[in-house]
């Protein structure tokens, strides 16, 4: 069965370095990959959206790459800020209409 | 004039209850959705309407039944609630029902069963 593993549950980093989040699928070929950005209390917010014949996406500090190949989406977030704190999820588009897997998320904390 | 909007935002009830959440969306989408999300933060679809048609059904009891009265509402009852009802319900909608749509999703319903 379809299986998406964002391998890290938390991850802690200084402010200013670069925050690379993973984001793994078994069992699929996904046409396309979106990430997501969700704060405590709050719904999901869309960040980016990728296609399977797209290598990489940018917007403002944000890149996201995708490597049908590796099954692997990586999520980058440059110059980080402690207001990039959230938890970020990978979803990938399920096989039927409208269908969309979320991984379990990777909580990140930028640390001043 | 929020997107997407559900009430209420808070229910505590006891075991064996029946409650209803209820979804609106003010953007004009034709697909809405709800999602349970479980202490372990794991998001997992429930139900997809496409103008007011159910589309996706996923392996959920049947005491959870989904009506979509307009394309702009999709509300959730609840029959008979256990305690491993207790989750962050989410609705969210999208502009279609194709592959590719951003799905916006409302702030959440926190269940919590007694």
């Known amino acids: 069965s379809q299986k998406i593993e964002q391998n890290s549950e938390a991850l802690n980093i200084q402010e200013g370095k670069t925050a690379t989040l993973t984001c793994n699928y078994t069992n699929y070929s996904p046409a396309y990959l979106q990430w997501y950005r969700q704060d405590p209390g709050r719904g999901p917010v869309f960040l980016l959206l990728?296609?399977?014949?797209?290598k990489e996406k940018r917007k403002e500090r944000l890149k996201v790459t995708f490597d049908t190949t590796l099954k692997q989406s990586l999520f980058h977030i440059t110059a980080s800020q402690p207001a990039d704190s959230a938890t970020y999820l990978c979803?990938?588009?399920?096989?039927?209409?409208?269908?969309?897997?979320f991984g379990s998320g990777t909580r990140l904390s930028i640390r001043p | 004039d929020t997107a997407v909007s559900q009430t209420p935002k808070y229910l505590v009830t006891q075991m064996g209850n029946d409650k209803s959440i209820k979804c609106e969306q003010n953007l004009g989408h034709d697909t809405m959705y709800w999602y349970k999300q479980d202490s372990k933060k794991f998001l997992k679809i429930m139900f997809s309407?496409?103008?007011?048609?159910?589309?996706i059904n996923e392996t959920v009891p049947n005491r959870f039944s989904p009506k979509s009265p307009d394309k702009a509402h999709l509300n959730l009852h609840i029959n008979s609630l256990e305690l491993g009802d207790s989750a962050v319900y989410f609705c969210?909608?999208?502009?279609?029902?194709?592959?590719?749509?951003?799905?916006?999703f409302g702030p959440g319903t926190r269940l919590l069963v007694l």
């Open positions: 990728i296609r399977e014949n797209e």
């Open positions: 979803a990938l588009d399920g096989s039927s209409a409208s269908k969309i897997i």
């Open positions: 309407y496409n103008n007011k048609e159910l589309i």
């Open positions: 969210a909608s999208s502009r279609t029902a194709t592959r590719q749509e951003t799905q916006y």
